[in-house]
């Protein structure tokens, strides 16, 4: 069962597979529809516009078949359990389910039961492991590997799972991650890095990975003072002035502009926002055709690329 929960179950080699499949899908080498459809329902329990509908175009251009769950306009109203749902989509012929909730391992209540791959497209502020794919792909290209590089994931990291996935797969990739944000959003994640001042990581890193602030996960509102945050923890445009030369800006966005990035960086030379955006379609086919891979090929089909 090719489920895909966190990034730690995912060896190395895995790893790196996966990326130059998705290389590949990038080059134009995709698999081609065939008939007898195979189905793949998207379930998200939070908003999403990158991870849902990249994993959406992603689903198209492999051929399959998407159920488009609406949480709101289901029999979740009623009662129903995560499981139960996930169970009946698998027993009137879902292959794969990609879900999104706000529980922290939605997933453990699941993976031992459903016969069929679950994708975690985001876990509370535990896990999104294909938004740490598209970020290692992105890196990858610019750099084309990650020993040695320097990794600085600024702000809002204790309730970011998107700096969970990446601080713990960069270490096992040979990266040095850097912290640097609000002492009070500092998370015990030290084994994969270490915190420096804001100007320190920023001066020191090859990538800079900013990080929005993660505002419906905090228990107070007013933790987030916004007006000064920028000046503060912030990638301004004096700062970026001293990046070193190659380094490149990342953020999983969506963005708060004028809050963790001065809006006239976002769209700048250094910045790879939207390229991980669109490097996002092409992981999460990679991702889609190694967890749908016996049922493609049952197909007949050999969509190896
Ligand atoms: N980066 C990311 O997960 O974006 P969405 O919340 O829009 O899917």
Sequence with gaps: MKHLLTMSEL?????????HNAKCMKAGNLPSPKENPVFAANLFFEPSTRTRFS???AEKRLGIQVLNFQAESSSVQKGETLYDTVRTL???GADAVIIRHPMDRYFESLKEHVGIPILN?????GNHPTQSLLDLMTIHEEFGGFKGLTVSIHGDIRHSRVARSNAETLTRLG???LFSGPPEWQDPLNAFGHSVSVDEAIENSDVVMLLRIQHERHA??????????????GLTAEREKNMKDHGIIMHPAPINRGVEIESSLVECSRSRIFKQMENGVYVRMAVL??????KMLKRGEDHHV
Excluded: K, M, Q
Excluded at 11 to 19: K, M, N, Q, R, S
Excluded at 220 to 233: E, F, I, K
């Design 220 to 233: 107070s509102a007013a933790a987030a003072d916004t007006h000064s945050y920028l000046d503060r923890y």
């Design 11 to 19: 060896a190395i080699d895995e790893i790196f597979e996966i990326i």
């Design 90 to 92: 698998e027993a009137i």
């Design 175 to 177: 990266a040095n991650v």
């Design 55 to 57: 994993f959406e175009v």
């Design 289 to 294: 055709a190694r967890a749908l891979e016996s």
């Design 121 to 125: 497209a985001g876990d509370g502020c």
